[in-house]
């Protein structure tokens, strides 16, 4: 079986690729065979997969390493050194441990973790003195004390390399290592010396630093501080420090982006502002250099405190009150500058704007505040702000800014003022922390800005990137060459191991026509652009292999750096790079009568690198960059280089700046702090593996580990090996004597390839894999043995156990059996008395229940019986005498009712009867005179026949008349419709007349202007304006035709909708008047129909009351006629014929029909009223005189009395 099929076994942890984890760790669910394509594989998530694999197995995954390593303070102990292992390693110590630090080889790796630990009291510096690195637990102190311990011991200097990017706490880890140096380099009690060490930290955090996006408190700069001790009888003393910054962001000055900050020096001053009255300042949102980011507070922390923090740090350092209020002058000159309004120039004599000028208030309140704050002539400043003098050889030219230039020079003042004064206050620092007395070494810590790439990448980004590219040359270098010394120093046999070489990205940047000199010969040239540049590049840089242009467009260029290609976009990259100001402002403020002023201004930026690198005494230098918002008329600012300091371009400064760094680095040994940060929300040991894995492919760890991984990354001291591997082999080849032979015995047995380990002096050292194979070979034979030791013993334990019980349990089963035996019988005597005696004593308990029941039973069923038949027979009684109270009552009622209503009855007949008889008699009387009346009643009745049916005939041609109508109303609608139309159109057309119209009025007003402001052109736009006046009389001849054509149409419309007005009139007329024919006809049905009804309602009343009461009633012979119609209630048809209105009995239809109808209406209403009243009555009193049997009886006695 070979050694990958011995790894590769099932159950085998193994690391996979994952989308967002990056790495997920999985398990072998089949073991692995030489030639198979693929692997089952099990991941944490549950899920089942198929991992493909090449035939010759060179695309296995990773291995886990095995617990026992898991975890480790050194990366470069893990068995598998791979990116995985590397990541599972510092997840484990940071989020489940809590550990902020872990090495990697000679690399002290630091994850930031948000929240305060508790790791760098005195205490913990007083334990990690005099501890060699591994002793204890991974830290800043104990590479601070690696770094002590050997300039102790060789007097040799020494670096602290702290690099990583923006947030990930660099700051903070220098400050420590200085902290540490000064704690040990002086007493336990703090010194002077270490005083001033500390209190720079908050000067230069005020000055230096500012809140980004990513940090609250982001350095803006690089800062190399050295620690300069002194040897005072073997012992190494902190004498003083020095102190050197590289690429300041002078931009954040006058541009900050949203969500960032200026200096922290400006809010903390403009927070102290009650203090400094005559600096005229105001809050921090009232400055346009302070307001851009829309962020001015930072959670936690008083910008009040801080100031002063800053002033007291600075009172130690040695500022005198002086110098300190001459600062805070300058900073709020700084602010007051960039709140001067640069406004717009007109022509003189006119209202025109000039563009190529602009003007700036005499006035102006900020100006006059400048002035007097920085003592310069505020008339100076003005002028040189808004002109700018262009020399030649024998004279020189003003030339007026516009609004854009002088803005641009405004800016390019403030960054200059702020540029000098931190080389001023940098300078004071120096001099301060270095009394000049001969050092004997250093120790320099190197806070630099780490690996940057944006959206948008310029010079900036460009500048951090080359340095880091150098700084990565230096680190792999240092690296390898510790490799070589460690295997020369066991005598071992080695190949050169291949390593990333950025060399060929460094001569891109740095060599003859390389981006450098490009960038420089094109700041050369008089009209050199970004455009002209970016082609220069892509002509001459694409034969370097890290050199790419872009696809499209010629703004950009690409760069494959060692961590990431990054794009970079060229605009303001020569803007930057020359970095120029006025030398006519400058000269403005070199002749201010303040002493700070002219001192800062006068300050030479001089490249003291190679100075103090000859001379061994200090490293110094200042490059300061401009970046931030694109400037814009670059061919209207170009000025000449106006001195000596200004004629080297920033790139090359900074180019210069990074080789002395670089070689003071190598005359150094250095040491390396990777700072990570692990999330972008600030959240406390939270972790994101794609944001960390990046970092570490970008800071070198990862480059590290794989050099590592290209050697003999495993390595063991022979005792250690000896100890934990000694079971692999047989005894008789161990010798404790010899323990190098013995584990040379241990290796070649199990580790056939001679190429996969050496045997050095004192360690064995192993390819990446072996340490992993020799613990797997060791699990499985400790596995092995385990097994038989623990069969042997666990079967004599357990027969052991079982002889001793056996013998137990047959004891404890005689005794148990014999008293089973005798309880069983006892058990059966008694239950057998037991029933004896329960079979008697029931049989008497039941006898004696069932007799107390029953007579019980009895008792209460009497009892009940006798009560439910009395209140029986009570409630019959009661009920028997109610009906018989109820039925005497209600006959009572009913007599008395009937007797009333009969009386009224026939009193009402009786009356109505002889009037009536009297009528018809003497009608009658008359009529019998004569025949002809009758034959004229008959003519008038075949009249009013005849003129029925023609009315009827009309009625019916009407309607059809009015159906026709019906259908014509509907059309006439739809053009009604039409018409609306018309008319919105016709108001759409009137609204864009009077919008030509206002257009005109508009137009006549614009050129009335246009004629007021430009009388010069009158001549060249006559031949337009007469084309306008031709134009805008057709307009005016067009809207008076559009006027009439709309006054017809409005008219049509009027005459339209007068006509459709009265057609609608007459039909509706003619609809009403069809309406009040249909209701009279339909009112003259009900009343036939009510009337009908009444008179069966009364006859059936009538009958109802004869047929009942008959003894009671009144015959007809009681009648006053003795006419057959005129019998009971037929009479009342008499009687509505003489209430009814004579209109109404003549069908004269000469009234008007409205009242026609609302007085049928009434009738009817009437009559259905009187039909109510009867069916109710009828109802009643077939309810209440039915005929039954006790209603005869009282009736019966009635009329045996009679009237």
Known sequence: MSSEEMLYAQGAKIWVPHAEQVWESATLEESYRKGAGFLKICTESGSLKEVKL???????????????????????TLSYLH?????????????????????????????????????????????????AMGDLEPHI???????????????????????????????????????YFAAVGGSESETQVERKVLASSPIMEAFGNAKTTRNDNSSRFGKFTKLLFRNQMGVMYLQGATMHTYLLEKSRVV???QGERNYHIFYQLCAARSKYPELVLDHQDKFQFLNMGGAPEIERVSDADQFNETVQAMTVLGFSIQQIADIVKILAGILHLGNIQVSKKFTEGSEEEDSDSCDIFHNDIHLQITGDLLRVSAEDLRRWLLMRKIESVNEYVLIPNSIEAAQAARDALAKHIYAKLFQYIVGVLNKSLNNGSKQCSFIGVLDIYGFETF????????????????????FNQHVFKLEQEEYLKEGITWTMIDFYDNQPCIDLIESRLGVLDLLDEECRMPKGSDESWAGKLIGKCSKFPHFEKPRFGTTSFFIKHFSDTVEYDVNGFLEKNRDTVSKELTQVLSESNMSLVKQVMTLEEIDTLSVDTAKSSTLGGRVVISAGRKQQGNDTRRRVVPSKQHRKTVGSQFQESLASLISTLHATTPHYVRCIKPNDEKIAFKWETAKIIQQLRACGVLETVRISAAGFPSRWLYPDFYMRYQLLVYRSKLDKNDMKQSCQNIVMKWIQDEDKYRFGNTQIFFRAGQVAFLEQVRANLRKKYITIVQSVVRRFIYRRRFLRLQMVINGIQRHARGFLARQRVQKMREARAGLILSKYARGWLCRRRYLRLRHSISGIQTYARGMMARSKFHAMRDHYRAVQIQRFVRGALARRAYQKRRRNIIICQAAIRRFLARRKFKRMKAEAKTIKHIENKYMGLENKIISMQQRIDELNRDNSNLKHKTSEISVLKMKLELKKTLEGEFKNVKAACQDKDRLIEALNKQLEAERDEKMQLLEENGHAQEEWLSQKQTWRLENEELRRQIDEIIE????????????????????????????????????????????????????????????????????SSQNEDDVGYASAKNTLDINRPPDLLSKNYSYDSTSMVVKLRAILEEEKQKHKNLQEQYIKLASRHKPTEDSFRPACCVAGRGP
């Open 141 to 179: 102190f104990a590479l601070a004390e690696e770094a002590y311990t050997k300039l102790e011991r060789e007097n040799c200097n020494l670096s602290i390399i702290v690099s990583g990017e923006s947030g990930a706490g660099k700051t903070v880890s220098a400050k420590y290592a200085m902290r």
């Open 1052 to 1119: 049509m419309a009027k005459n339209a909708e007068v006509s459709q007005r009265n057609q609608e009139d007459r039909l509706l007329a003619e609809i009403d008047n069809r309406e009040l024919n249909e209701a009279y006809q339909r009112a003259i049905k009900d009343k036939e129909v009510i009337e009908n009804e009444n008179y069966t309602l009364k006859e059936e009343l009538s009958r109802l009351t004869a047929g009942s009461f008959s003894l009671h009633g009144r015959k007809a012979s009681n009648a």
């Open 83 to 131: 990116e995985p292992g590397v990541l599972h390693n510092l997840r484990v110590r940071f989020c489940e441990r809590q550990i902020i630090y872990t090495y990697c080889g000679i690399i002290l790796v630091a994850i930031n973790p948000y929240a305060e630990m508790p790791l760098y009291g005195p205490s913990i510096i007083r334990a990690y003195r005099g501890h």
């Open 455 to 474: 959206e948008v990448n310029s010079f900036e980004q460009f500048c951090i990137n080359y340095a880091n590219e150098k700084l990565q040359q230096q």
């Open 54 to 76: 090449k035939a010759d197995g060179s695309d296995l995954p990773p291995l886990r390493n095995p617990a026992i390593l898991v975890g480790q303070n050194d990366l470069t």
């Open 255 to 257: 541009y900050q982006a």
